[in-house]
């Protein structure tokens, strides 16, 4: 099993929709939960950090459930520049282990 | 531009030789991460320098592989007698580190094995 999973997609959406993407994580030891958006043959950027309480930047809104080890983002009135793939990241907790495990990604193409 | 910075963006090599990919990190970052990317799939771990010691290796990185940071500032990434299956994006990223969660990508080297 994968340490992050998550729904390849792609999520086809109309301009102006609600879409929202789940990810889970296996390693109950993680603590530090991410969503980085990458755009086609580019680098992973940071779109937000995912807090316990959750958290609202503009646009998107981001979820965590530690008990079902879940994630979720969620991104209102969608707009073109919203296609891209989104990777659900996770931290773990344990000693020694400083990177970031990424999911597959979710792709979404928003279309006008 | 003072982000991370990697070369070079493009390789096309024949099976067998071996390629060596350089990343410079943002100059105050201690940590430097490489990471492989194949279509469809994220990122995925290879290795971990905190200034120039390597401090985890990753079990995709077989022998062939091998990554310095002489220095602790820029870092190298050596593949030994490529192989088709090392086609990749190879992607380099860096973190200031001690509670800096977030870290920062280069746009990556591509390599083609044919």
């Known amino acids: 099993r994968k340490e992050v999973e998550q729904d390849p997609g792609p999520f086809n959406v109309p301009e102006g929709a609600t879409v929202a993407f789940n990810c889970t994580y296996s390693?109950?030891?993680?603590?530090?939960f991410f969503w980085y958006r990458q755009d086609c043959r580019k680098e992973p950027k940071l779109l937000m950090s995912?807090?316990?309480s959750g958290n609202e930047d503009g646009r998107f809104t981001a979820q965590l459930n530690r008990a079902s080890q879940y994630i979720s983002l969620l991104i209102r009135d969608s707009k073109l520049s919203d296609s891209a793939t989104y990777l659900c990241?996770?931290?773990?907790?344990?000693?020694?282990?400083?990177?970031?495990?990424f999911g597959s990604g979710t792709r979404l193409q928003v279309q006008p | 531009d003072t982000g991370v910075s990697q070369d070079p963006r493009h390789k096309i090599t024949k099976r067998g030789q071996n390629v060596t990919f350089r990343c410079d990190p943002i100059?105050?970052?201690?940590?430097l991460y490489w990471y492989r990317q194949t279509l469809g799939q994220g990122p995925e771990f290879l290795t971990y320098?905190?200034?120039?010691?390597?401090?985890?290796k990753s079990r995709l990185l077989s022998d062939r592989f091998s990554a310095e940071r002489p220095k602790g500032s820029f870092s190298t990434l050596e593949i030994q007698r490529t192989e088709q299956g090392d086609s990749a994006m190879y992607l380099c990223?860096?973190?200031?580190?001690?509670?800096?969660?977030?870290?920062?990508f280069g746009e990556g080297s591509w390599l083609t094995v044919v």
């Open positions: 990223a860096s973190s200031l580190g001690v509670g800096e969660n977030t870290i920062y």
């Open positions: 390693n109950s030891a993680s603590q530090s």
């Open positions: 995912v807090y316990s």
């Open positions: 990241v996770v931290k773990s907790g344990n000693t020694g282990r400083r990177a970031l495990t």
């Open positions: 100059s105050e970052h201690n940590r």
């Open positions: 320098f905190q200034n120039e010691a390597q401090l985890e």
